[in-house]
């Protein structure tokens, strides 16, 4: 629930009354609310008994606070995925990471502070798999006075991506978790909470948009699936992205789109065909033919206005990538650009002081005694960066930070991996599959300029990744397929107009490159998108140090941050 805005800084010019900022508060009620999909019922967790969650709207530069008040019987931690929270890190939630979870009946008020982001970012739970059900949109408009790059749409439309599991998620997670191998698959795919024509249960509450011939619409887009890259596409009409993770991009005119967990991406609608009915759709993109997945689709109804009888029947689908199509995924993925305009300029690092070279494996644990593992060989799998399997703390590695408290982390993560070989090369050597077990972090110093390379493996068996890095944005200047080579890809960098983001999709057995300033002291969470391998540990920590400016350090704690 919003509750009130209040408005401060506003100065007159040429008659108009115009905003600096302002401070927008909403209330987060986390509770347990029963819903109904695919003929089943069960209790889920909600915010405020929605699914998917409310929408904060706010304008660039604004300050939101949010109360979140935990009525339900699980701890939880909310994330604003895509901000950066410029030098206040305690309300970035990932738990164990910059806070202890909000216990049930307790509250936590978290103050988001946006600064140069805009455009669409969400929000979602960060402790175990919440976020299956506690997620929403987070959209940012331009201040008053600006506008977008590109004719006010018509209106906006939500389209949140999702996933259900007829079973309860908390279950999903502990089963998996027990069994060592892959996750049960979801029962349905979703729209906006809605499964879609193509499920049992589901035609009546199938998400539907009306739209008038001849306007413009923009839809914006998240993926809250929990595992697996999306395809999206519209039967019979073009798209045209003009944003990603709350920045504009150059107009990209495409039939489908591929957007990955976690990521935002602002789309463009021309209601320019005749008036019908067509299918919107979404299925999973899956690279890896080991791993089990939902292999089912998705649909909402765009609903042209007005009289007039419908073609067929049933909408037709629009055509999508096979399942297994890579070369679709890194396409799509690789043509985004950064606008780069005079309202909108970048500043892509060009003199690099840190190099950083991180691989990222699917690995293998040794069951414990006692205990039965079905994944490869009767062990459990694991994940890692530059091999080593993330041990999460049971306190906060900020909160340990700040106060200068040892022992709850070591600060040793390497600049590259502890050994080299032919990651992406098939068949290799099981003795690759053990990786080390830390708590490690990355230390960079404020105003490091950081060029760092993601390597995909074929350890165990290779699959894309979508890394997210909290508290930055960063420029992809790179990719490709294979080893990278770090004599010959730089040459290809496109150092021009890379694409701002905030979780980038690294190919199947291939290599991503971001650019990035360390100018945001803190504690900063990075980890790949998909909830399976964050608890198998492909994760890792930066602590960026404070500058020496009054201005470049870390702002104080808030005196309600959850205890331990």
């Not at 010019?13 to 019922?41: D, K, P």
């Not at 946006?114 to 929000?123: P, V």
């Not at 595992?227 to 798209?239: D, G, R, T, Y």
Request: hydrophobic residues 35%.
């Amino acid at each position: 629930m919003k509750i009130h805005v209040l408005v401060f800084g506003l100065f007159v010019l040429h008659g108009l009354i115009r905003s600096q900022a302002a401070l927008v508060r909403y209330n987060f009620v986390v509770q347990e609310t029963n819903y109904t999909r695919l003929c089943s019922s069960k209790n889920i967790l909600t915010v405020n008994g929605q699914y998917p969650g409310p929408t904060i709207s706010a304008r660039r530069g604004d300050t939101v606070i949010v109360d979140v008040i935990n009525q339900a019987t699980q701890n939880i931690t909310i994330h604003w995925h895509g901000v950066k929270l410029p030098r206040y890190p305690w309300s970035d939630g990932p738990e164990f990471i910059t806070q202890c979870p909000i216990q049930p009946g307790a509250r936590f008020s978290q103050k988001i502070i946006l600064s140069d982001e805009e455009g669409t970012l969400w929000w979602h739970a960060h402790s175990d798999w919440s976020r299956a059900t506690v997620h929403g949109l987070l959209v940012v408009l331009p201040k008053i006075g600006t506008t977008f790059p590109f004719p006010k749409p018509h209106a906006e439309v939500p389209v949140i991506l999702g996933d259900w599991w007829k079973n309860d998620i908390q279950t999903v997670m502990e089963d998996f978790m027990r069994r060592g191998d892959d996750p049960a698959p979801s029962d349905a795919l979703t729209i906006n909470g809605q499964p879609g024509d193509l499920y049992n249960c589901s035609r009546p509450e199938t998400t539907k948009v009306n739209v008038d011939k001849g306007k413009t619409y923009m839809l914006r887009m998240v993926n809250a699936a929990m595992n697996n890259i999306m395809f999206f596409a519209i039967a019979s009409h073009e798209l045209i992205v003009v944003g990603t993770d709350g920045a504009y991009t150059k107009p990209l005119k495409t039939n489908y789109l591929t957007i990955s967990p976690g990521q935002t991406i602002d789309v463009l609608l021309v209601a320019n065909q005749p008036r019908d009915h067509y299918y919107m759709a979404a299925k999973f993109y899956n690279s890896n033919p080991r791993s089990v997945f939902d292999n089912t689709t998705t649909t909402a109804i765009i609903q042209y206005n007005g009289k007039y009888t419908t073609s067929t029947p049933s909408p037709a689908l629009p055509p999508l990538p096979a399942f297994n199509d890579r070369n679709a995924s890194a396409n799509f993925t690789s043509s985004l650009r950064s606008l780069a305009s005079v309202d909108h300029p970048i500043d892509v690092p060009m003199t690099i002081t840190r190099k950083l070279l991180y691989t990222l494996s699917i690995n293998t644990l040794p069951c414990a005694s006692n205990t039965t593992c079905f994944g490869p060989r009767g062990n459990r799998f694991a994940a890692s960066i530059n091999n080593i399997t993330f041990d999460a703390p049971r306190t906060s590695i900020l909160g340990a930070y700040y106060r200068g408290i040892n022992g709850v982390y070591g600060d040793e993560f390497p600049d590259n991996p502890p050994f080299s070989f032919d990651y992406t090369a098939s068949n290799l050597s099981t003795s690759l599959q053990t990786p080390m077990n830390g708590t490690e972090v990355k230390i960079l110093n404020y105003n490091d300029t950081v060029e760092l390379v993601f390597q995909g493996t074929n350890v165990v068996s290779g699959i894309d990744h979508p890394m997210h890095l909290h508290g930055y944005s960063f420029y992809v200047v790179g990719s490709g397929f294979g080893n990278f080579d770090r004599q010959r890809d730089p040459l290809n960098y496109n150092l021009v107009d890379p694409p701002l983001q905030q979780t980038i999709a690294v190919p199947q057995n291939g290599w991503t490159a971001i650019r990035f300033r360390a100018n945001n002291p803190g504690v900063w969470f990075m980890h790949c998108h998909f909830e399976r391998h964050v608890s198998w540990g492909m994760e890792m920590v930066f602590i960026v140090k404070n500058g020496k400016g009054a201005h470049e350090r870390i702002l104080p704690p808030p005196k309600d941050m959850p205890k331990c």
